[in-house]
């Protein structure tokens, strides 16, 4: 009895020892066949270094060595510009090139000024800077067939134009009835210059508690009174202290550029810290320099003979003088006539072009003989206007006579232009010790009372 209750409690006790036994068995194959994986990992991992260690930039993987590639944007959307390219593009708000060619290229203007010159440089106003000979605007027509626009200056390129008038017919209007003659010389072109006002970025003012002072903010340094008074170009002084001001900046900066890119007025560069301020500067300039047709602007800038001419087309009507006691020549006893005759001068362009024709001009002879308003009546442009209307106001006439006392009176002169003969009239056989006198030219113009 005692001994089969003694192999019951053995065996009872074994039976958990055994399954004891077994588990440890299967917790120590896991931890070996663990310690295995992790000394093959180490023994690859020492395996690849040296030959990673040995491979150059360029074979090293592109994640490591270079950005991503940009992404390619889809078909007919502009790719974004680079840093580079960005930097040159025109300041954001600022006129572009596109924008002035369409407002100027290929278009008929005219010169305001009447300048003659075929190089011009204005500044920032509009103003001429430099000299140059000014004539009548029928040879200042312009078109412009070139337009660049630079960070300090607008370059135009173009040639110019004469008018020459055509009106042979009453029922012709004038004002439309001429050619447009190019007369600009083969190989050369008009260039024209006009500077324009910089754009500065303003400069970061001290912050409190930084500890640090930032730039004084830039202050325009306007050298004209107009620039000065601008209220968008200018802003607060600039910090006490400052060792260089921003005109000193301003003129750093335009030394640092490209001589042909510099403007044509150096010391009469104004700042701004407003784009918009800039361009309606620009904006203002070329209309200062250049007028679409005959304005306002044009119309009083003509001298008076023009500006009659062109009121009596506006309204439709003849020239009427402005003194209401004026006569006409059919109206009294004794016609006013000139006392000598005289030949307006001529002028290159218009021998070199051929212009020929004939002009008329309305001239009221006042009591003492002399002659007062003049209207052009019928023109011919090229400048030969000037020269006849020059030639009138130096002529003197007997005035007219009605009830035996001299009177104001209204008369019409017109004027044939021709072309200079070259041909000389020497004899057809001069004597050997004879020297031939000189050409003598005939007068370009008759006079017809």
Known sequence: MLSYMARSRVLSLAAPVARL???????????????????????????????????????????????????????????????AATSQAAEPGSITEDELRRQLEGKDLFLRGGYLDNSLTFNEHGVLIGHSPQGSYTLCGIRINKVRVLKHKVELE????????????????????????????????????????????????????????????????????????????????????????????VQAEIARAPEAERPADVKSVTTTLSQAHAN????????????????????????SFWKLYYEAVAANTDYRPKDPNVLRQNMVDQKARLKSTFEPASNQFAQDYGVVGMSEYHVVVGADGKP????????????????????????????????GKPVPVMLDMSFVFRIYSQRTAVPSKPAADQTPEPPSLPGPYSVQH
């Not at 040995?54 to 078909?75: D, I």
């Not at 500890?211 to 170009?233: E, N, V």
Request: aromatic share 4%.
């Open 280 to 303: 309606k500067l620009l904006e203002d300039a070329l209309d200062n320099v250049f007028a679409g047709g005959f304005d306002a602007r044009m119309m009083a800038s003509m001298p």
């Open 21 to 83: 036994g077994v588990l440890v068995l299967f917790g120590a194959a896991a931890l070996l066949v663990a310690l295995a994986v992790v000394g093959l990992g180490r023994v690859k991992a020492q395996q690849a270094a040296p030959a990673a260690a040995s491979q150059s930039p360029a074979q090293a993987p592109e994640a490591a060595q270079s950005p991503p590639p940009a992404a390619t944007p889809p078909p007919g959307q502009t790719p974004a510009a680079s840093p």
């Open 372 to 403: 007062g308003e003049i209207a052009v009546a019928r023109p011919i442009g090229f400048g030969l206007d000037e020269s006849a209307v020059d030639a009138i106001r130096k002529a003197t006439f007997e005035p007219a006579v009605k009830n």
């Open 158 to 249: 173009g040639a110019r134009y004469g008018l020459h008038f055509l009106g042979e017919l009453p029922t012709e209007d004038p004002t439309k009835a001429f050619d447009r003659v190019n007369i600009t010389p083969k190989k050369k072109e008009v260039r024209i210059t006009i500077d324009r006002e910089l754009v500065v970025k303003p400069k970061a003012k001290h912050e409190k508690g930084k500890g640090k002072a930032m730039p004084p903010t830039a202050k325009p340094a306007p050298a004209t009174a107009a620039a000065a008074a601008a209220p968008a170009s200018t802003t607060a002084a600039p910090t006490p202290g400052a060792e260089t001001s921003e005109a000193s900046e």
